[in-house]
C-alpha cells in the first residue's frame, strides 16, 4: 500500500515536500517514481529513483527544480518541488515498480499511491 501526502495550495515560485510511505512488500526491491496528472491529461512521468537510490531520473519539464530521494530505513520515498510554476498544477502520485530497469511509462509500475493534490498559483 502506497499512501501519498504534502501536497496542498502554494504560490509561484514556492516549495513543495511530497512523501510517499510504503507498507507491506519490500521496499528496497521496488522502483519508485513520482508521476501526474493534469486535469483532462494523461499520467506524465515526473521522477523515478533505483533500488539504492544511487540513481535517479527526471522528466525535463522538472529537471533542476525537483529532486527525489528515498529512505530505505522508513520506507519512504520524497520529492521536494522547488520553484514551482502554474504548470505543475496537477495531483501527483507515487508509484512502485518491480522492473529492475527505471521505467517512465504507467503501465510498467505494480502499485499506485491514490495521489495527492499541488495547485501552484500565479
Known amino acids: 500500500q502506497l499512501q501519498a501526502s504534502g501536497g496542498g495550495l502554494v504560490q509561484a515560485g514556492g516549495s513543495l515536500r511530497l512523501s510517499c510511505a510504503v507498507s507491506?512488500?519490500?521496499?528496497?526491491?521496488?522502483?519508485m517514481a513520482w508521476f501526474r496528472q493534469a486535469p483532462g491529461k494523461e499520467h506524465e512521468f515526473v521522477a523515478a529513483?533505483?533500488?539504492?537510490?544511487?540513481?535517479?531520473y527526471y522528466a525535463d519539464s522538472v529537471k533542476g527544480r525537483f529532486t527525489m530521494s528515498r529512505d530505505n530505513a522508513k520506507n519512504t520515498v520524497y520529492l521536494q518541488m522547488n520553484s514551482l510554476k502554474p504548470e505543475d498544477t496537477a495531483a501527483y502520485y507515487c508509484?512502485?515498480?518491480?522492473?529492475?530497469?527505471?521505467?517512465?511509462?504507467?503501465?510498467?509500475?505494480?502499485?499506485w499511491g491514490q495521489g495527492t493534490q499541488v495547485t501552484v498559483s500565479s
Open positions: 529513483i533505483s533500488l539504492s537510490g544511487g540513481r535517479i
Open positions: 507491506g512488500g519490500t521496499f528496497n526491491a521496488y522502483v
Open positions: 508509484a512502485a515498480s518491480t522492473k529492475v530497469a527505471m521505467p517512465t511509462t504507467p503501465t510498467m509500475y505494480n502499485y
